[in-house]
């Protein structure tokens, strides 16, 4: 069964600095992908950046970049110029597209920007 | 359109109650999805549909029960709640095969009292 891992509950960070955050998984499929959604108070679940693993050019959106481990089972989220508007609850997530369209989630970080 | 509006946003019932759960979608998804939060808790995946047809029931109990009537809505019908059911529901979409990105609505605030 596949497994999601977010250590870290909570962070924060100065607005216009840079965070990281992290995620594992275990899996032994070889095809899938993983997600990391933002979840603002507004409690809309919204898709921040998809990564394929067939893929290894790790994926870019704006200031959203991930820095994909396959072969360490780590993806991590990193946000640059943090804005006010980035404080959410910040889930990462797995999906084998080979069947089911199941979603697993972590636990996820709760992230604030201060200003 | 890249929404999936879900109706109503709130919602209040006492546990004889019966009530239904609306989610609506026009991006041409084939897979749609009911998911069950608790506060400072991830989705916890009940249902999922793929070509209106019931494709994963995660063991959920019968006083949930749910419909796809067509490829655009998704209903998830309420009866005998317990206070332990009250939370956040959220309703997602995504296409059927390849990366299959979900769209989620902005869920509804159910209160089991």
């Known amino acids: 069964a596949q497994t999601v891992t977010q250590s870290q509950p909570e962070m924060s960070v100065q607005e216009a600095e840079t965070v990281t955050l992290s995620c594992t998984y275990d899996?032994?499929?070889?095809?899938?992908?993983l997600f990391w959604y933002k979840q603002p108070p507004s409690r809309q679940m919204i898709l921040v950046i998809r990564q394929e693993a067939y893929k290894q050019q790790n994926a870019t959106e704006n200031r959203f970049s991930v820095n994909f481990q396959k072969a360490a089972k780590s993806f991590s989220l990193k946000i640059s110029d943090s804005q006010l508007g980035d404080t959410a609850m910040y889930f990462c997530?797995?999906?084998?597209?080979?069947?089911?369209?199941?979603?697993?989630f972590g636990t996820g970080t709760r992230l604030k920007v201060l200003a | 359109d890249t929404e999936v509006t879900q109706t109503p946003k709130h919602l209040v019932m006492g546990m004889t109650n019966k009530k239904s759960l609306k989610c609506e979608q026009h991006m041409g998804h084939r897979a749609m999805y009911w998911y069950k939060q608790k506060a400072k808790k991830p989705p916890e995946l009940m249902f999922v549909y793929s070509y209106e047809k019931l494709s994963i029931n995660e063991s959920v109990p019968s006083r949930f029960s749910p419909e796809c009537p067509n490829s655009s809505l998704l209903n998830l019908h309420l009866h005998a709640l317990q206070p332990e059911d009250s939370a956040l529901y959220l309703c997602?979409?995504?296409?059927?095969?390849?990366?299959?990105?979900?769209?989620f609505g902005q869920g509804t605030r159910l209160t089991v009292v």
């Open positions: 997530a797995f999906m084998n597209p080979s069947g089911t369209y199941k979603y697993i």
């Open positions: 899996t032994s499929e070889s095809n899938y992908y």
């Open positions: 997602a979409s995504s296409q059927v095969g390849g990366a299959a990105d979900a769209f």
